[in-house]
């Protein structure tokens, strides 16, 4: 009942978006008054859609999140999440860094928001992810990463026009996890395609960027953190090759052995462990959480686990949605990852680590950074992929592996190669690095726009 | 000046405590009635010497702290801390599982201390560590493995007598670090020597076992937590051979090469890292401590890493010790790993990992538990030594790799073999787990105790 009245509104909404689209160029069209639940801010919001496709009628939503201090002194700053599938406003704004995080009906102020550093554009692509769509749905069934990076790019190109002051503005493009292939798939477009963009850098967290090596190395990182036994570690890497479960789970081959071992692997991690980060809590089902409130021994928590789920309710508030300009279209709910895109999955095997190398041959500033808590796509497989990109460009090692620092504290270790590739880790972060280390992740996030190599020693005052 | 007096005090105390020692066997004559600062309880503590050689002035301190409910229905827990040479009333029970943790001049209750499962019996050892002394200070310049246990044994024996009431009760012994050394040793004494103790069984954690797997654990540790490169890990395995390294650097034969690459880890890791725990912050100086209590953004932990500071000012204080009955003797200053003893280095290429075996094999429960952040005797190598022993034992798995829970999340992963070996680490723990994860680590102490399995599912109750 209710879902087929949605299917309605779905249909009336997208009438509607497309009167829209065809409306004003101004943006003030899109500014955003106040967001439901927002504490007073200095800095202008805007949210709104951006048409890539008018035949097709599809469009791709942004949040854009001015600086909040001199934001025309400020670079422009674009944040693709990954999945494939997933929301940039979701995770990246909402979860991650954004101006403000859920809290019940409220939305409470990070401290460590990217845009007091930058002028920050979260984009929801490709179409079909979070609150972008496409009218055709037929779009919908063969997404790849070639479709997915021409839409960013014509995206920015539409958003420039809208937004004319930041047309010639230092521009970085950043993103993790799956964005390892949509972030130096787009800046490769841009320099291929002589757009004249004045793009500085990229920088990448948790990226998938050569399948076989950051698949692999997940077996070792399972051991070395106490996930698996001994004797699943060795069933794991002889009798499975990481890099061809996947590939064979896709084409039914796997041998019955190598699903037992799979099978073994999981039962030894467990359910209750969060693999994008095996020392962090889990959210809880409210049964289990009522408990957790109800008990005097339980330990308060700095890190919300539940901001998932606190942003999933968020975002699906009508309110929210209309002070936003975003609409529904073709879905009856706003989801974290798709669940309409049925992303091209071999894509996933297509190496992104020299693309990265023809960047840093043009000048671009290169950053790949990890959260050393994450055993989906871990440090070890990553650091070993930079280092190897490095050695292939014969780039020398311009800043030594040694720690860096956030404040009084280290923060993680990084290496520089040549002054334009370097590799970082956030110690104590998760998969999505800023979630579980906000701090730690804007001082990285400033030394890069800076072209800084990350702090070498304690500082007093903090940043 | 004041180094001077000490010594004139010292040994004024030294002939008093002589003569206090040949008085009283009742135990009444060591209740301490309060430590200063601290908040009201409903248990008995008790803390004196224990004289083990009467011709040599030998006399070893305790600090015991009765359960909190039901004393004359809960074990007696023996605990040793290691070094060698560091003290179990500093470490053991005043940073990780003692009833009170200092803070600034007063005690606050810890809610997870071990003495709400057990009669918690702390004991420095050797003499010469903490406030335990021998008067010939020539005993200081040879001790090892054998003195110490036959000390501890004597200790335990003499003890019994002052406290007869716990002669029958049943008895576990247990520590961490080197007291991977002191706790099997002891055990393996006793029965050796069939002394009519209830010993049920024993528990060690981050222990020192065997040396070159202990040690050689520490390379992979390091790389795959972030803590050095790809190429030094390289260096690190390939040119030097950790277990080489200690007994190289003892007998002056490291090469210049090794030397190089071991410059190069350190430096790599950084001083501002706690190998001990190498996610947790380092405890600051105080000019870097004030600059954070200023700034505003600094984060409150919930760990307080400078604990073991405030417990040296909190020892080294006269009221605390005149409430504990301790006396400095030869030494000027309360520490927490003693600078007067030379223990036998020799002694920590010797396993005790088949001493394990021993135990096991005469029926006495042995449990061995990682603190996984820790990379000085990393849980890869420890996991390794039990499984090898297991198998070496022929005791077939009886509980299979799985995680274990502390309440509702999970507090680490366990195996056990033929139900009596277990192999346990404890999630986000440190080398002195029950700093960093105090409720896990009870959690997994009342396990022991009962002889249970650690908890297989999330529970709703908290513990």
Redesign the interface.
């Known amino acids: 009942m209710q879902h087929k009245s949605w299917i309605i509104i779905g249909t009336i909404y997208a009438t509607l978006v497309q009167v829209c689209l065809t409306l004003g160029s101004i943006s003030g069209d899109h500014k955003i008054v106040s967001l439901p639940g927002q504490p007073k801010v200095n800095f202008q919001q805007y949210g709104g859609y951006i048409t890539i496709d008018e035949r097709q009628h599809r469009a791709l939503f942004y949040y854009f999140a001015e600086a909040e201090t001199e934001p025309a002194s400020k670079p422009l700053v674009l944040w693709l999440n990954g999945g494939p599938g997933c929301s940039s406003i979701g995770a990246g704004a909402f979860c991650e860094h954004g101006p403000f995080r859920p809290s019940g009906d409220i939305l409470v102020r990070n ?1 460590y928001s990217w845009n007091k550093e930058a002028n920050m554009l979260y984009l929801e692509s490709p179409a079909g992810v979070g609150f972008s769509f496409s009218a055709n749905k037929s779009f919908y069934d063969s997404v790849n990463d070639e479709l997915t990076a021409q839409d960013n790019l014509e995206f920015l190109q539409r958003w420039f026009t809208k937004f004319p002051e930041y047309k010639g503005r230092d521009l970085f493009i950043t993103g993790e996890s799956y964005a390892g292939h949509y972030v130096p798939q787009l800046a490769q477009l841009i320099i291929k395609q002589n757009v004249k963009f004045n793009l500085k850098g990229i920088a990448i967290g948790n990226p998938l960027l050569e399948f076989n090596i950051d698949f692999n190395s997940r077996a ?2 399972y ?10 570690y060795e069933s794991f890497t002889s009798i499975c090759n990481y890099s061809q479960i996947r590939r064979q789970s896709t084409s039914r081959s796997l041998t019955p052995v190598c699903s037992g071992v799979i099978r073994q692997v999981s ?4 359910n ?2 969060d693999t994008y980060d095996v ?1 962090l ?2 959210c ?1 089902p409210s ?2 959480s009522q ?2 409130v109800l ?1 005097q ?4 928590e ?1 890190i919300d686990v539940c901001v998932e789920d606190e942003t999933d309710k968020y975002l699906n508030r009508k309110d929210v949605q209309q002070a936003f300009h975003a609409r529904l279209v073709g879905v009856s709910n706003w989801t974290f990852c798709s669940d309409v895109i049925k992303y091209e999955m071999q894509n996933l095997e297509v190496p992104t680590i020299h693309v990265l190398g023809e960047l840093a041959k043009s000048g671009i500033r290169v950053l790949v950074y ?1 959260g ?1 808590q994450d055993s989906v796509i871990p ?2 497989g990553t ?2 992929l930079v ?1 190897g990109l490095a050695k292939e460009l014969g780039l020398n090692t311009t800043v ?4 860096w ?1 956030g ?4 923060a ?2 990084t ?1 520089v190669y040549g002054n334009i590739l370097s590799f970082a ?1 956030i ?2 972060a998760a998969h999505e690095a800023p979630f579980t280390q906000p ?1 730690r992740s804007l001082v990285l996030f400033s030394s890069i726009l800076a072209g800084r190599t990350m702090p070498e020693s ?1 500082s ?4």
Chains 1, 2 share one sequence.
């Open positions: 401290d070792e990182f051991w070395s953190h106490g996930l698996i036994s001994d004797s699943t039962r030894e991690i467990s209750s462990i020392t809590d889990v809880l049964i289990l408990a957790q008990n021994l339980q330990d308060t700095k990890s050393d440090l070890t650091r070993t280092n030594p592996y040694r720690a620092f404040g009084t504290q280290v993680g270790w290496q880790t110690r104590g701090k304690p007093l005052t903090e940043h």
